[in-house]
């Protein structure tokens, strides 16, 4: 590394600790601020919408493109709170409308406080829980308000399944070997019930509609297995999602697409790297988001996941700096760099170009001077 780099670095490790505005810093009207301590009265409500800021007003933008996984690392609320929360603040009117984004959802402050109504108003039934999984796979969109209700409608069904077969198993009026024969009929009935709705949940959310039979005979079995039960219902819906989200990224490099069948026995619901897929994770947006808080516009902002971006902050974070050092480096590149073409995040982690900058063979003549 040149003496100047090294110099702005060393600089940098010196600096006065604590929190400084240079940065980054929300700015927000007074107006709104209070607004939001007046009107919110929930814990959970609160919370979300700072969150929100955060990804918003954080980095002068009205709106973001931001995902359920991410609001919930931000507040530590579980992902499904934050989902029931989004709704209720899209039906009080505190946030705009909620639609589609590229990988996750395009959220926004509806800064007109007066519009905003009280928390009386929150959505209810199965709605209010309701997780709206919208991904984007690189413009391929999954209609997942569809899928949402097939999931939601399997979950419940799930959580009441037991009460429904306790329910059966209530004392007849017959004799008690009819009796017996009789709940055991109608506990079979209620299973095979509900195991075809839960199927039929599933089968939408899976999106790759081929080996119908093979596929509803494992799900069957693995069904009978858990016992209905809620979690596992949950767990195989979201990687469900996933592995639907994922598909035509797998077709478009060539890999074959799992069947059903295989992908119930053999568990990929429960794969780590198949839930991960689609968003950062708190480590990689950390890295993110230091990156998109220092580089100003020497580089664009990164808002979108690929595969390539998150293997790149999976590099980067192994080695020795800390974000500390990662954030004076990028003020160091935004300050005193300057380069002939427009570069990008990826070419910035480029194992040849990151040692060319640390190198200082992109400083500005005057820095040279």
């Not at 069904?157 to 077969?165: D, G, H, P, W």
């Not at 990164?302 to 974000?323: N, P, S, Y």
Request: with cysteine.
């Amino acid at each position: 590394m040149s003496s100047a780099a090294a110099k702005v670095i060393s600089m940098e490790q010196h600096r006065k600790p604590g929190p400084q505005l240079e940065d980054g810093y929300i700015r927000i009207a007074n107006e709104l601020f209070d607004a939001i301590l007046e009107k919110l009265a929930s814990y959970r409500h609160t919370k979300v919408v700072l969150a929100i800021l955060r990804k918003t007003y954080g980095y002068q933008k009205k709106e973001d493109d931001i995902t359920i996984s991410q609001l919930a690392e931000m507040t530590g609320i579980h992902r499904n709170n934050v989902g029931a929360a989004l709704k209720e603040l899209e039906q009080m009117r505190v946030i705009n409308p909620v639609r589609a984004g590229s990988h996750g959802l395009m959220i926004g402050i509806n800064k007109r406080h007066a519009e905003w109504v009280g928390e009386e108003v929150k959505a209810r039934g199965p709605g209010r829980k309701a997780i709206k999984l919208i991904e984007a796979q690189e413009g391929n969109q999954i209609d997942c308000d569809e899928q949402s209700k097939h999931c939601m409608q399997a979950i419940n069904l799930m959580e009441t399944s037991n009460q429904n077969v306790a329910h059966k198993r209530q004392p007849q009026k017959t004799t008690p070997k009819d009796n017996s024969k009789r709940i055991a009929q109608s506990a079979d009935c209620a299973a095979s019930q509900d195991a075809d709705v839960a199927f039929a949940a599933f089968w939408d959310a899976f999106a790759y509609k081929k080996g119908t039979a093979k596929a509803k005979s494992v799900f069957a079995r693995e069904y009978a297995k858990a016992k209905g039960a809620a979690d596992w219902l949950s767990a195989v819906m979201r990687g469900a999602v996933k592995e639907a989200q994922r598909r035509p990224h797998l077709i478009a490099n060539g890999q074959t697409p799992m069947y059903a069948q295989g992908w119930l026995t053999e568990r990929r619901y429960a794969d780590e790297g198949l839930l991960a897929w689609g968003e950062f994770s708190a480590e990689q947006q950390a890295f993110i988001d230091c990156f998109n808080a220092n580089i100003g516009d020497t580089c664009p902002q990164v808002t979108e996941w690929t595969e390539k971006r998150a293997a790149l902050c999976d590099i980067a974070m192994r080695g020795k700096w800390g974000l500390e050092r990662w954030a004076g480096f990028w003020r160091y590149v935004r300050d005193e760099c300057r380069f002939g073409w427009p570069v990008s995040f990826e070419w910035m982690l480029n194992r040849e170009n990151l040692a060319k900058v640390k190198d200082g063979q992109y400083l500005r003549d005057e820095v040279q001077a």
